[in-house]
Every structure is written in C-alpha cells, then in structure tokens.
C-alpha cells in the first residue's frame, strides 16, 4: 500500500519515541509537528498543550492548537507564490 505524504509510516513508533521524551499521562494533550510523515517521519516539534484531554466543547482546543501554531518557529513547506 502507498502511503500519501501526509500518512504515518509507523504511528507506533512515533508513539513510542513520543512517549520515550516526555512522560505520557492520562488527561496531557501533546501537539507534535512531524516532518515527512510518511518516510523519515522526524518529530520537530513536541508541545504539552495547556489543556485536559476531555473536552466538552472543540473550541477551546481549537484556540489553543492555533495559538501553538502561530508560536512555533518551523520551515515552510512551500515557497510563497509571488505575482499572478
């Protein structure tokens, strides 16, 4: 089966190396920013978020993964388009 570019290529093993850098427990929310999923499957960036794992609602998750996004420093995939 060919994986797509934004497929995991072994997700237990990115649980495993996860878990190998932070300890895992129950109600943590972990955001990790994986580079090239799908062949060398690198973690750049691993980030506990500020929230429990049981949410009520998506929105307060949602705003906390933005602003996450929005802080963290990584390169861009694609060059920016300039001109028509």
Do not use: N, W
Request: proline share 10%; glycine share 4%.
């Amino acid at each position: 089966m060919e994986l797509q570019p934004y497929d995991f290529r072994d997700p237990e093993a990115l649980i495993t190396e996860i878990a190998e850098r932070v300890p895992l427990r129950a109600g943590d929310v972990y955001l990790a920013l994986v580079a090239h999923p799908s062949t060398e499957q690198r973690i750049d960036q691993l980030v506990l978020l500020g929230l429990d794992a049981v949410q009520e609602r998506y929105q307060p998750l949602s705003e906390e993964i933005r602003h996450v996004m929005d802080s963290l420093s990584f390169p861009e995939a694609r060059p920016r388009r300039t001109g028509p």
